[in-house]
């Protein structure tokens, strides 16, 4: 230890074992040694207790199975075995960066804040596809504008990367809902309980997310569920960027039916998507500078808005 045990990492895990290795290895790789690693283990069918085992002399590691509840109820019970100064939590297919402790140390030392977050990026390691879902994620073009990256006045911390003091969790007492939003509605509680919150652009990490574009659905399609299950507990918190994405797919069902009543109408409805999409390519090429991910880029964008959007309205109307 490079000094007083400062921060308890806290990573949820299920059926990911290959992942949590990734991850496992970077934290060996921190620059900042002076944290423990709770690994809670919610139900996995496919375990990752010999991971576990692998860094026991590596790591300051503990391990936890019980039985399955959701990310939500997982990190609190990590939290409550908790000995750190701040309780970190990452998802368990997140790779820190060496200096990820290192950067919240830096920014430490400049402003005092209670609680933070930083980006996600995708690794040159990881496919094209997962590279583009990592870059749509972050658009503002897309959802990323909703997530608030891109305002650090509205940014909220996000659970593949969120760390805040022991004291939050006292008076927030963790996370309140399962799955789906839990980390919205608990950054949202953190700043009305009058918690100072940080966007720490340094302390970013790789973020894998899905293999699939069916995957990518299903996920997507639950964060547009949770936004509208946090505008039930939070009402203030449903805005009109949030119903972008319903607006996206209803103006996508729409088009073959508007051309067929009136071509014109029909042909500026094609012709303003087309425009769109462009967009998102040039800025996927921005960002990554190559030509073959900002292709993928659209096809992410397409699944992330109409998933998104088809959840958002599902919840709205159960």
Not at 28 to 47: A, L, P
Not at 262 to 268: E, F, Q, T, V, Y
Not at 270 to 275: E, G, V, Y
Not at 299 to 304: G, K, L, V
Request: charged share 20%.
């Amino acid at each position: 230890m490079d000094a007083i045990l400062k921060y308890s990492v806290i990573i949820p895990v299920y059926n990911r074992p290959n992942e949590l290795d990734e991850l496992l290895n970077s934290l060996v790789q921190q620059s900042k040694k002076y944290f423990e690693v709770i690994i809670v283990e919610d139900g996995s069918q496919i375990t990752s207790r010999s991971v576990y085992e692998k860094y026991t002399t590596l790591l300051d590691l503990q391990y936890i199975y019980k039985a399955n509840s959701g990310p939500g109820p997982s990190r609190n019970a990590g939290f409550e075995r908790a000995s750190g100064q701040y309780f970190v939590v990452f998802d368990s297919d997140c790779i820190l960066p060496a200096n990820y402790f290192e950067s919240v140390d830096t920014a430490m030392s400049i402003e005092q804040f209670d609680a933070w977050g930083g980006p996600d990026k995708g690794h040159p390691k990881f496919t094209s596809r997962q590279q583009a879902m990592c870059c749509t994620m972050s658009m503002f073009l897309t959802t990323g504008g909703i997530r608030g990256k891109q305002n650090v006045t509205e940014f909220q911390p996000r659970s593949f990367n969120m760390g805040f003091h022991r004291n939050v969790f006292e008076v927030t007492k963790g996370f309140n809902f399962d799955r789906q939003a839990e980390d919205i509605e608990l950054s949202i509680r953190i700043k009305q309980a009058g918690f100072k919150i940080k966007l720490i652009p340094e302390a970013f990490v790789f973020h894998k997310r899905r293999e699939t574009w069916s995957e990518f659905f299903r996920q997507v399609h639950g964060f547009g569920r949770g936004r509208v299950k946090v505008g039930r507990v939070h009402p203030n918190e449903i805005k009109l960027t949030h119903w972008m994405p319903t607006i996206f797919l209803i103006a996508f069902l729409s088009l073959i039916p508007l051309i067929i009543i009136n071509i014109w109408l029909g042909r500026i409805l094609a012709l303003l998507i087309i425009m769109y999409f462009v967009a998102v390519f040039f800025e996927g090429y921005v960002t990554t500078r190559s030509f073959k991910i900002a292709w993928h880029c659209i096809a992410s964008t397409f699944i992330q808005l109409t998933g998104y959007g088809l959840g958002f309205l599902r919840e709205k109307l159960a």
